[in-house]
């Protein structure tokens, strides 16, 4: 549970970093299966996936991975080590008792060839019933510092509504908040220890850096809603029957 100062702490800034949430053991084995999914997934790739979860950076013939989809429905193994029970009270005592993990991502953020994330809200992309009932909990697997890329949060921004996001011509899926409304909101890095989370309203507007460091940032990022609330209006699609009920 949270204590009062840090629930004050999310509701004023729109965010709120956890250390030493999990231990070095459970680090090591959400590590352990990613590499196991990555290696499986790698295999099965075609062209056109390729494209859009591997690094676009990396030099000819390297293939790193920049994302994965999903671990929280693929793979059991993390489900269990991660959604704990102290972890679902999180969720539980920001948005509602019965709660749904409708979308989890692997952040990979390799070293040296990571690429950036623009300033964004998670609540564009997935168009709640109501604003305030999405959670996304993010779960530092390495140590995230500003050298290689952690989180960069706009305090207070989540009071402001949801904003229209634009996208480049060749990335529509790139959903970004348009500077000049970026701009009204300086960004602050939120460092996180591997083991530690961090916990966004989803309205914060948020980004990360690329990471041009000797080591990688990587991170599983959960986005819990309750399971009597609908995604009325998502910018892209989210698959249905990959949600997990809690
Ligand atoms: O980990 C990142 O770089 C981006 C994470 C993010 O946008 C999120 O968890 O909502």
Partial sequence: MLNESQLAEYQDKGHLTINRFYGPETVAQVIAEINIWADETRAELSAEDQRWYFEQNAPE???????????IYNREVLRRLIVTPELLSLGKQLIGKALTVFFSQVFMKPAKYGGPKPVHQDNYYFGPEDEDKVLTIWLAIDNATVENGCLYFGDGS????????????????NLMVPEEIAAEFPMTPAPVDAGGISLHHGNTFHQSSENKSEFPRRALAMHFIPQDMNLINPALEYDQSVVVRF
């Avoid at 013939?61 to 671990?71: E, T, W, Y």
């Avoid at 989540?158 to 899926?173: C, I, K, L, N, Y």
């Fill in 158 to 173: 989540h009071h402001t509504g949801v904003h229209q996001h634009v996208a480049p011509s060749d990335e529509p899926f």
């Fill in 61 to 71: 013939g390297i293939s790193l991975f920049r994302k994965l989809d999903n671990p």
